[in-house]
T-cell receptor
Framework: DTEVTQTPKHLVMGMTNKKSLKCEQHMGHRAMYWYKQKAKKPPELMFVYSYEKLSINESVPSRFSPECPNSSLLNLHLHALQPEDSALYLC???????????????FGPGTRLTVL | GQNIDQPTEMTATEGAIVQINCTYQTSGFNGLFWYQQHAGEAPTFLSYNVLDGLEEKGRFSSFLSRSKGYSYLLLKELQMKDSASYLCAVRDRKAAGNKLTFGGGTRVLVKP
């Protein structure tokens, strides 16, 4: 299994809603990532988890709350979002963090989020 | 910080060759990746360079010159399905974690 899966594929939510994005991988990777991508822009890193612990938070607003329940799962909890948060949210995983060899990141298909 | 530049758009004809350049500035270079991203889809890994020289994978090749802060992705025998964005991403050993910084992406349009 060399796949990163994400659910849901599409999500529409109001500014007062609470929703969660889910990501799963079964490649034995110990690093998982959340990225935000706006149209025609590159992915922007939000969070990095290493061995289920938060390693990097790129100064993301607290209305985004990540969670890593186990080594295969990564969630992103959303609350009180703004319309400008509408974007494609990508999850990725890699064997580990740090350099060395490829250690490339495998990306999931993303969740397209629209905040009304 | 890092600065990664690549052209915004390129157009080429089916069967031709296209070269996408990427220049970067980073204090602790630790590898350069090329990803392909079709519209509305996830980026997929194409190539990795950490030493100078050319890496070839079928119709795709990637070149790196660390002294010049320069890489290119060469797409040969272009096919219509190669129409996509191509992202150059640099890893910095001085950045926490396995952080990749992406360039703005180059949209390649392949015409019949």
């Amino acid at each position: 299994d060399t796949e990163v899966t994400q659910t849901p594929k599409h999500l529409v939510m109001g500014m007062t809603n609470k929703k969660s994005l889910k990501c799963e991988q079964h490649m034995g990777h110990r690093a998982m990532y959340w990225y935000k991508q706006k149209a025609k822009k590159p992915p922007e890193l939000m969070f990095v988890y290493s061995y289920e612990k938060l390693s990097i938070n790129e100064s993301v607003p607290s209305r985004f709350s990540p969670e890593c329940p186990n080594s295969s799962l990564l969630n992103l909890h959303l609350h009180a979002l703004q319309p400008e948060d509408s974007a494609l949210y990508l999850c990725a995983s890699s064997q580990a963090i740090g350099g060395g060899s490829y250690n490339e990141q495998f990306f999931g298909p993303g969740t397209r989020l629209t905040v009304l | 910080g890092q600065n990664i530049d690549q052209p915004t758009e390129m157009t080429a004809t089916e069967g031709a060759i296209v070269q996408i350049n990427c220049t970067y500035q980073t204090s602790g270079f630790n590898g350069l990746f090329w990803y392909q991203q079709h519209a509305g889809e996830a980026p997929t890994f194409l190539s990795y360079n950490v030493l100078d020289g050319l890496e070839e994978k079928g119709r795709f090749s990637s070149f790196l010159s660390r002294s010049k802060g320069y890489s290119y992705l060469l797409l040969k025998e272009l096919q219509m399905k190669d129409s996509a964005s191509y992202l150059c991403a640099v890893r910095d050993r001085k950045a926490a974690g396995n952080k990749l910084t992406f360039g703005g992406g180059t949209r390649v349009l392949v015409k019949p």
